[in-house]
């Protein structure tokens, strides 16, 4: 239970840090090898996808740092990629366009991503046994 923590942050940064992959590559990917358009990796539902995956681990591992080190500025940055996050996913393309949707999207991944380093940084600092290097 002590490590789960620290999988679910590590998770939740890796998770980010596909998302915000994904949305530089894949358009560069698609223009240039038509074989990638074949895969479909544009479609809204990988979005939704990607968003099942990073809500739940995200706020797993945010609100499990934030009972430890109890800095919720870690929670609050979570919560406001997310929320990023979210509004890209359902309501960006239509309301800014492809290139708002990609922005916002890229943004939220990285406020989300760097929740989660400072949440590993505070644990770290903190003593907490969940972050323990090995």
Same mark, same amino acid.
């Given at each position: 239970m002590k490590q789960l923590q620290t999988i679910a942050d590590k998770t939740a940064i890796s998770l980010s840090f596909i998302c915000t &992959?994904?949305?530089? #590559?894949?358009p560069f990917a698609v223009a240039l090898l038509p074989t990638f358009a074949a895969i479909n990796l544009e479609d809204e539902?990988?979005?939704r996808w990607m968003i099942a995956a990073v809500i739940p681990t995200s706020?797993?591992?945010l609100s499990m740092?934030?009972?430890?080190h109890r800095d919720y500025r870690v929670? &609050?940055?979570?919560? #406001?990629?997310?929320s990023l996050l979210i509004f890209a996913a359902f309501f960006g393309h239509d309301l800014l366009g492809?290139?708002?949707e990609t922005a916002f999207t890229v943004f939220g991944a990285i406020i989300i991503a760097t929740g989660h380093l400072l949440n590993h940084r505070l644990c770290?600092?903190?003593h907490c046994e969940c972050h323990a290097e090995r």
């Open positions: &992959l994904h949305c530089l #590559a894949v539902a990988f979005h706020l797993l591992a740092g934030c009972k430890k929670l &609050l940055l979570g919560i #406001a990629g997310l492809e290139r708002g770290q600092h903190s």
